[in-house]
């Protein structure tokens, strides 16, 4: 089988004759959220298994009689009984997952600096931003309490951008649920520009629906109550018992819903309709092989690679008879991943357009 490789002639052209600049052009540096408050595990190498499990043991039963005075002969137990706990394994199963890049000896030789070295650097934020589509893709599908635009019945009658009800609704369906909130309340001691916010489950949604979130009244802007209490990166800003973070890979279903003259129609005439999600701790898992994913937001080309991947280099030279002159290197990220609901009462999905901005 064939690999593409890159080389001088086609993907990266040498500098000669062009004036050298000390900074690089900076791809695009997209936020990644969706390992956000996932809660972590990993599998062990060489342990004879590629899947994972969570165990939760649930709520007993409230009590809702009293204990009868012990009368008569003793006994085993006193009489008492006793309940059996209830035991819920979630399981998940392993998959490997990578790419690469084959280079020739000349993408070295003739470039000022290590080209590799920044290759290297563009496998490692690819494999950050793989690992989050692949996040993002478990939420999308395993969150199954939905909530459509306004209350209507299905994408394809969405017309209305995200409010302040879609989001009440989604929140209490997680209390209802007794999920567990990320943080708590927070108040500030310095009463100038600060403003308390209420105990808060996590929400992640499209830059385009974080606009129509900002203008939501009692919305509180993140520049507020950061500095007393722990935000997550990209955090900008609580509403309605959620904090917010927006992502540019957020899931958007192109022209699946009707014309609306107020709302984005990137596609044809018809809305497009944008996934937001709003979920409480311990409602998704992540495990990585012999090392946990990331349990936070990170950014694209962030100075360290991203956990549980690794970064593989082969110099040219490396690899014997198939590279008899020693020309060909080979640059590659591979990572074992598995991502899992783990309670689906505790993440609701919100399927809305957004607002049309002029």
């Known amino acids: 089988m064939a690999a593409t490789v890159s080389t001088l ?6 500098p000669v004759n062009f004036v050298l600049m000390k900074g690089l052009l900076s791809a695009a540096r997209k936020k990644l959220p969706y390992f956000n408050g996932t809660l972590p595990g990993s599998l062990e190498k060489s342990q004879g298994s590629a899947s994972v499990k969570w ?27 006793a309940v059996q706990p209830t035991i819920t394994d ?13 280079v020739t000896e000349e993408v070295d030789l003739f470039n000022v600096n290590s080209k590799s070295a920044q290759l290297m650097d563009v496998l490692g934020a690819n494999a950050g931003e793989s690992l989050n589509v692949l996040m993002r893709d478990v939420y999308n599908t395993g969150f199954t309490q939905v909530r459509y635009a306004s209350g209507v019945a299905s994408d394809s009658v969405v017309t209305a951008a995200i409010t302040a009800n879609d989001i ?8 209802r649920n007794s999920a567990m909130t990320f943080t708590p309340m927070g108040t500030s001691r310095d009463a100038y520009n600060n403003q308390p916010i209420r105990s808060s489950y996590y929400g992640v949604c499209h830059p385009d629906v974080e606009e129509d979130i900002r ?26 018992g959620v904090r917010w973070c927006a992502t ?4 958007i279903s192109s022209a699946a819903s009707g014309i609306s003259n107020n709302l984005l129609r990137m596609t044809g005439n018809n809305v497009d309709v944008y996934s937001t999600f709003i979920y409480g701790r311990e409602a998704v898992g992540s495990v990585g092989l012999g090392n946990m994913h990331a349990k936070n937001t990170y950014e694209m080309y962030d100075p360290s690679k991203p956990p549980a991947v690794e970064l593989i280099y082969h110099a040219p030279g490396t690899s014997g008879i198939f590279d008899m002159y020693n020309e060909m290197g ?4 591979k990572t074992w991943f598995a991502g899992k609901v783990l309670n689906t009462a505790w993440g609701v999905k919100l399927r809305t357009g957004a607002s049309r901005l002029t």
């Not at 935000?231 to 309605?240: N, Q, R, S």
């Not at 540019?248 to 899931?251: M, V």
């Not at 080979?330 to 990220?333: E, F, H, L, R």
């Open 9 to 14: 002639t086609s993907n990266v052209t040498a």
């Open 90 to 102: 979630v399981t998940v199963a392993m998959a490997k997952y990578g790419n690469a890049i084959l």
């Open 330 to 333: 080979s640059i590659a990220w």
């Open 215 to 240: 203008g939501l009244t009692n919305f509180i802007g993140v520049e507020q109550y950061g500095g007393y209490t722990e935000t997550m990166p990209f955090e900008f800003g609580a509403v309605g």
């Open 168 to 175: 009440k609704y989604a929140v209490n369906l997680l209390n």
């Open 248 to 251: 540019e890979i957020a899931p």
């Open 55 to 81: 165990r939760r043991i649930e709520n007993l039963n409230a009590v809702s009689s009293a204990l009868s005075e012990v009368t008569g002969t003793a006994a085993a137990f006193l009489g008492r009984d």
